[in-house]
């Protein structure tokens, strides 16, 4: 894997906006007259003299609710940020929002509704490959712009998608390399929930334990999305007595496979499990306690303790409540809002295609995103760092690993397709 050294861009960072100022993302200056909308709209968008729409389009209701909510959250933030610091083009964005539901078809039908009938500029969304599996085929017929949020598979690279999450060999390779390394695991039980993401990621999790840690898999199981029964797999799991459970169970169904997990007594004190799955986001519905000593692979934890991330944490709270919580995927999902409007203002244009180009031209970065240093590449992915945290029973993570360098983004790497 190829990585990016941090130091040359890191340096003293102050308060989240204020430093976005600095850095040129946010302009403060920009006025609506300066971008007359004949000729920075010139395919029909939702954009006038004062505002521009954009849509949001997350699971609301449904099993993935738990995990999508503080996606749809960190978005709004980010919005009303930039709104109140001049908008964008000297525009002001405006959201119109729809519920996936944790329906696929749902998802293609309300990303149809939000580009034919409502004309977005973009939209910030979807959290299962299966949900952006289903939108893709209508992004890219009606040439529309999603900003995906989510740690995913790899294997997919779209004109008309950005994705802010990691791919496979910034989480899941690297993961298995620090399992395999720090606890010298040998043999490995496979779990996850029964769609796209959690099958692929462990065909590729299976071929990087076998060829390349020469490593065993003595159990490989997939439940329905939304199932809460784990007894029978828990019963295989203490059968075959796996050095890892690598586990991909993803939203709802993540409250009843670790509670029942705590109940039949495997828990962090005897048994490694290493979940590419779960954030805080998850958490707050599973409990810490049923998490103690338990890991997660991610580029991102609220608890990382830098400037950056603690003015991010501040202002979430602020706007959503003390109570709440910020995930892997909520802190991606707040970085969407961001690098759209540094890929407008430097095309100086709405056009997708015009953005997308701005975006492909391998220099647009936030030096301020609450997780560090973040790069677009011009694969549409971002540089990230990969991260290892030990879940504590107040349902934070401490990082215990963080990659050397940040790691260039690789969504088809050689051997795993």
């Known amino acids: 894997m190829k990585h990016f ?61 738990i995990s999508e909510t503080g996606a749809q959250e960190a978005e709004k933030l980010a919005i009303k940020q930039i709104n109140e610091s001049g908008g964008i083009l000297g525009r002001q964005i405006e959201i119109i929002q729809e519920d996936g539901a944790s329906d696929w078809p749902t998802f293609a039908e309300k990303s149809r509704k939000l580009l034919v009938n409502d004309n977005v500029a973009a939209v910030f969304g ?18 529309g712009l999603l900003y995906y949020p989510t740690f ?47 099958r692929t990621s462990m065909k590729i999790a299976r071929k990087h334990i076998e060829n390349v840690l020469g490593g065993k898999v003595v159990g ?39 509670k029942q997990l705590n109940a039949a007594g495997i828990n962090g004190a005897k048994q490694t499990l290493v979940t590419i799955s779960v954030t805080e986001d998850e958490v707050l519905g599973i409990g810490g306690e049923n998490l103690v000593g338990f890991y997660s692979v991610m580029k991102y934890f609220q608890s990382l303790d830098n400037d950056n991330n603690k003015e991010f944490v501040k202002a979430f709270k602020e706007m959503h409540g003390d109570d709440s919580v910020i995930g892997d995927v909520t802190q991606a999902a707040y970085l969407g809002p961001w690098l759209w409007k540094a890929a407008v203002e430097k095309a100086g244009s709405f056009d997708v295609d015009k953005v997308v180009a ?31 945290a030990e879940w504590q029973k107040d349902g934070q993570a401490k990082v215990i690993y963080q990659s050397p360098e940040l790691i260039e983004p690789n969504p088809f790497p050689e051997g795993y397709q």
């Open 5 to 65: 050294s941090r130091r040359k861009f890191l340096g003293k960072t102050g308060a989240l906006l204020g430093a976005m100022i600095a850095a040129g993302f946010i302009s403060t200056s920009a006025m609506a007259e300066d971008y007359p909308t004949a000729e920075v709209n010139t395919t029909g968008l939702a954009v006038t003299d004062d505002t521009v729409k954009v849509g949001i389009l997350h699971s609301l209701t449904g099993t993935m609710a």
């Open 126 to 143: 979807c959290w299962t490959s299966a949900s952006r599996k289903a939108a893709l085929p209508v992004f890219e017929q009606q040439n």
């Open 152 to 198: 995913y598979e790899g294997l997919e690279q779209s004109h008309n998608v950005i994705y802010t999450g990691q791919e496979a060999t910034q989480q899941i390779l690297a993961g298995l390399d620090w399992v395999a390394k720090e606890k010298g695991a040998k043999t490995y039980y496979l779990i996850g929930s029964d769609y796209i993401w959690p």
């Open 220 to 258: 490989e199981e997939y439940k329905p999305l939304g199932d809460t029964q784990f007894g029978s797999v828990i019963n295989k799991i203490r059968l075959k007595k796996p050095d890892v459970i690598f586990a991909a169970v993803v939203g709802g169904s993540n409250v009843a496979w670790f």
């Open 358 to 388: 701005a975006s492909e031209e391998g220099d647009i970065e936030l030096t301020t995103a609450p997780e560090g240093y973040v790069k677009l590449h011009p694969n549409h992915h971002l540089w990230s760092y990969t991260r290892v």
